[in-house]
Nanobody, 118 residues
């Protein structure tokens, strides 16, 4: 059974920091592309950051220079360090594990709320 369990969300003032964690089980973590997505009320889910199996990362323009994605394959965990948070970062953040070649899969966590007050 595959599980992606996010933690670390909460309420923070603008300019503050949070660190999200996503612990994965039931998959071969090291071969997965791990991503963080977010969805604000009334908006579509959007990619925040992704880290591929070789360590290459990609970020949404809106978070470049403020957020850092990293992974610890020994702990089957992916992190999202969020600094200089803005009210527009308020959203539910979702962890994603994806593999586009065999064995293909696309799994989501349950989400964690991040609220940034002005």
């Amino acid at each position: 059974q595959v599980q992606l369990v996010e933690s670390g969300g909460g309420l923070v003032q603008a300019g503050g920091s949070l660190r999200l964690s996503c612990a994965a089980s039931g998959i071969i973590f090291s071969i997965a592309a791990m991503g963080w997505y977010r969805q604000a009320p009334g908006k579509q889910r959007e990619l925040v950051a992704v880290i591929f199996r070789d360590g290459i990362t990609n970020y949404a323009d809106s978070v470049k220079g403020r957020f850092t994605i990293s992974r610890d394959n020994a702990k089957n965990t992916v992190y999202l360090q969020m600094n200089s948070l803005k009210p527009e970062d308020t959203a539910v953040y979702y962890c994603n594990a994806r593999r586009s070649s065999f064995p293909r899969y696309d799994y989501w966590g349950q989400g964690t709320q991040v609220t940034v007050s002005s």
